[in-house]
């Protein structure tokens, strides 16, 4: 009889000390392959071009990359992508957008030339990877009317807010030039336009006096 009580405790004695084992075990697994989230893969650094076709534009390159082969888009190195053009499309005018490359901002409407802003025009706007697929908000304020002289004057303003808070409206107005010549004879109705820089200033000041 004491010979069988001798061996249940010995075998009790292996089943707590398996189930230990076991249970430490089980800790150490989960504490190096438990449930964890899995760290993103870091992104790459693309150069997307500033001319890519409509379908193109709203694509997070980085998690489609099926897409970047047909839009264009290449990896490139860190160095190349601090110089890269980073875009940022406004809401009006359609398709208008901001192209910030290294330093230099330049603003680009349709058929026109690009032209350059300074920085100061535009603060608070940020030209991340993380902000190229959202719209910068912006009002536009068009006014067309004949001065003392006759002359035709098209003129606008766009007031682009910022994406920090509190928001910040800038605003940045524009002369849109005449046309020169017939243009049924020339080439000037094809070439790109020059779009003219206006202080605010002097456009409230022509509003004022010459729009009814």
Known sequence: MKVYLFLATVALSLLACSSVS??????????????VKKERERDE?????????????????????????DCGVKPISQS????SPKQRYLVAPGQASL??????????????????????????????????LSKI??????KEFFNERRERLKLFKLKINSDTKPIVENEIC??????????????????????ELLT?????????????
Request: net charge positive; proline share 6%; with cysteine.
């Open 99 to 132: 192209v910030k490359t290294g330093d230099k901002i330049e603003i680009l409407f349709p058929n026109t030339d690009p032209l350059a802003l300074k920085a100061s025009l535009l603060r608070g706007v940020e030209f991340d990877e993380s902000k190229r």
């Open 174 to 195: 524009f002369k849109v030039p005449e046309i020169k010549g017939d243009t049924r004879i020339t080439s000037a109705s094809t070439a790109p336009m020059k779009m």
């Open 45 to 69: 650094n693309l150069y997307i071009p500033i001319d890519m076709p409509d379908i193109c534009q709203n694509i997070d390159f980085n998690a489609n990359k099926d897409m970047q082969k």
């Open 137 to 142: 908000q912006n009002t536009m304020d068009y």
């Open 80 to 83: 190349a992508y601090n110089n």
């Open 200 to 212: 605010c200033e002097a456009f409230n000041k022509f509003v004022k006096k010459y729009a009814k």
């Open 22 to 35: 076991s249970t430490n075990s089980s800790k150490a697994n989960y504490s190096k392959a438990g449930p």
